[in-house]
């Protein structure tokens, strides 16, 4: 079975600095790897994913991830953080055959002006 | 318009009350997902159908049943709600004649029971 764990529940940054939101993964088989955000209030909203090829995924609004198979890990990254991106991000997995997304438990990213 | 719909967007029901969350797409997708959101524990899967003859209970599913009345249709029922069925509940839908495309998710229902 597959499961996903984001090991921060929240991220305080200030504007315009760097940020890492972890995720890591488990699973005996392929999978694929999504990252959602959640707005305030809002439903959830696709940033990217990783189906296959390169492993450094870029996504919407300056984010990007990298996949690592060997630390079965899949990063969200982004250089300089707007208060625009205040929001809750979820990492989530799907093995190829299923199309069912497993969700982590989330990482409320708070950035602070 | 929404995509995907749910409707109601707010419920406050009493324990024993059954109630139906309701979600529809214009997104002519095959596969229904619902979701329950809880601080804390993120997104988990109650129930999710390929097609319209076909449901399949998720993680979470005792308590709840669902019906697949149209392609574009997918119901939520609690027969008899409890205060522990109190969370954001989100209807999603994807196309499985695009591999692991992304799913679309509608705005939520917030359910109490109380």
């Known amino acids: 079975a597959q499961s996903v764990t984001q090991l921060d529940s929240q991220v305080p940054v200030f504007e315009e600095a760097p940020v890492e939101l972890r995720c890591n993964y488990s699973s005996s088989v392929s999978v694929y790897l999504f990252w959602y955000v959640q707005y305030p209030n809002q439903g959830l909203q696709l940033l990217l994913k990783y189906l296959s090829g390169s492993t450094l995924v870029k996504g919407i609004n300056g984010f990007e991830a990298e996949f690592n198979k060997s630390q079965t890990s899949f990063h969200l990254r982004k250089p300089s953080v707007h208060i625009s991106d205040t929001a809750e991000y979820f990492c989530?997995?799907?093995?190829?055959?299923?199309?069912?997304?497993?969700f982590g438990t989330g990482t409320r990213l708070q950035v602070f002006p | 318009d929404a995509d995907v719909t749910q409707t109601p967007r707010n419920r406050i029901t009493k324990t024993g009350k059954r109630i139906m969350l309701e979600c529809s797409q214009t997104?002519?997708?095959?596969?229904m997902y619902w979701y329950r959101q809880d601080p804390g524990l993120g997104l988990r899967l109650i129930y999710y159908?390929?097609?319209?003859?076909?449901?399949n209970k998720g993680e979470i599913s005792d308590g709840y049943s669902v019906s697949r009345q149209a392609q574009a249709k997918f119901s939520l029922s609690l027969e008899s709600a409890i205060p522990n069925q109190t969370a954001l509940y989100f209807c999603a839908t994807s196309d499985s004649s695009i591999m692991n495309t992304e799913a679309f998710f509608g705005q939520g229902t917030r359910l109490t029971v109380v």
């Open positions: 989530a997995v799907s093995h190829y055959n299923t199309d069912k997304l497993i």
């Open positions: 159908s390929f097609d319209v003859k076909d449901i």
């Open positions: 997104k002519g997708h095959d596969r």
